[in-house]
């Protein structure tokens, strides 16, 4: 684990059976950062692998000092384990991406210096060319829509999970089970507004199986979109004019 406290890169990975692409993704991830100038840490949050996961997240911290990870308890789902990389982060600029291998790494010094030129809070990824199956693809298409619909973002690929965000955006978000799909609005909600939106590569899934279903997207995405509306509608954000002692 990197103590230092002048981390100014933190890449979160949740992973959850994905002992095949944790060394593929890791020698990716540091090629990606080979010529990068600042201090990065690369963070693996285990959210309860049954597979050989940990033991392949032991040999790579061993072998590549940026990299360390967490273990969790028990499976506790995408959101619980991105938010834990969230509040155990040092870096001023987190990113996170996915386990399976299908965001690529390459992506990240260009979502980092598009921050830093835009001044943004956020660069959301979309994928410009998306690897995977007609069925997933439309079912992404309909919830997205409708996310967008119920809380008036304009969001186009809020299912990417490849992004980079100043890490103060996300100190007090709230955690809730599918939280993940709904980071930009969730961000804005805490009153941090610059979002932009950049192409990033999408590749297929060569290794692992997919966690994706319909009923444990879809479905349960439509009907958190209700729940983040009502924090949308009843959200206050105090601003102090003065302080007098």
């Known amino acids: 684990m990197n103590t230092k406290n002048n981390v100014y890169l933190s890449i979160i990975i949740p992973i959850k059976d994905e002992e095949d692409n944790i060394p593929i993704l890791a020698n990716e991830v540091n090629a990606a950062l080979k010529d990068f100038s600042q201090p990065w840490e690369c963070i693996w949050i285990n959210d309860g692998s049954t597979d050989r996961s940990r033991e392949k997240l032991i040999q790579l911290t061993q072998e590549k000092a940026n990299h360390w990870f967490v273990d969790l308890d028990q499976?506790?789902?995408?959101?619980?384990?991105?938010?834990?990389?969230?509040?155990?982060?040092?870096?001023?600029?987190?990113?996170?991406?996915?386990?399976?291998?299908?965001?690529?790494?390459?992506?990240?010094?260009?979502?980092?210096?598009?921050?830093?030129?835009h001044q943004a809070h956020v660069v959301n990824g979309y994928r410009a060319k998306r690897q995977d199956s007609i069925l997933r693809k439309i079912a992404s298409k309909i919830a997205n829509g409708f996310r967008n619909f119920i809380t008036k973002d304009k969001i186009r690929d809020v299912g990417c999970s490849l992004r980079a965000m100043r890490k103060e955006c996300v100190q007090n978000i709230f955690l809730f089970k599918g939280m993940h799909r709904f980071l930009p609005t969730l961000i804005r909600l805490q009153g941090f507004e610059k979002i932009v939106e950049i192409p990033v590569n999408h590749r297929p899934r060569t290794k692992g199986q997919t966690k994706y279903t319909i009923n444990n997207r879809l479905w349960v995405g439509l009907f958190d979109s209700f729940g983040v509306l009502?924090?949308?509608?009843?959200?206050?954000?105090?601003?102090?004019?003065e302080i007098k002692k």
């Open 75 to 117: 499976n506790y789902g995408q959101s619980a384990a991105m938010y834990t990389g969230f509040k155990v982060a040092q870096g001023q600029i987190l990113v996170t991406l996915d386990g399976d291998g299908q965001n690529d790494p390459k992506d990240i010094p260009r979502l980092v210096s598009f921050l830093e030129e």
């Open 230 to 241: 009502w924090m949308r509608k009843r959200r206050v954000l105090p601003q102090i004019k």
